[in-house]
């Protein structure tokens, strides 16, 4: 059974820079993409950063030139950079693997269990 644990979140000020962990655990042989995805009160889950496993990056528009997603493959851990914080990008943070391989096969759309982060003077 995968398992993603986020860490990383809380308050802080515009122009502040917070930076969220991601630790699989569990029987993982690989996995191919991480990412970041976020959601707003009221607002639909929107994608924040994604990051393969041979390190290509997507990144939204908003968050481009501000976050910077990366990736230890060998532990598992995606990590996302947040500087130069705006009161929009308030919103609760989920973790998010995709095609993972474990004993069982392959399987997708792992999500940990959200970390608030709050930007707010």
């Known amino acids: 059974q995968v398992q993603l644990v986020e860490s990383g979140g809380g308050l802080v000020q515009p122009g502040g820079s917070l930076r969220l962990s991601c630790a699989a655990s569990g029987s993982i042989f690989s996995i191919n993409a991480m990412g970041w995805y976020r959601q707003a009160p009221g607002k639909q889950r929107e994608l924040v950063a994604a990051?393969?496993?041979?390190?290509?990056?997507n990144y939204a528009d908003s968050v481009k030139g501000r976050f910077t997603i990366s990736r230890d493959n060998a532990k598992n851990t995606v990590y996302l950079q947040m500087n130069s914080l705006k009161p929009e990008d308030t919103a609760v943070y989920y973790c998010?693997?995709?095609?993972?391989?474990?004993?069982?096969?392959?399987?997708?759309?792992?999500w940990g269990q959200g970390t608030q982060v709050t930007v707010s003077s």
């Open positions: 990051i393969t496993s041979g390190g290509s990056t």
């Open positions: 998010n693997a995709d095609s993972v391989l474990t004993p069982a096969g392959w399987g997708s759309e792992y």
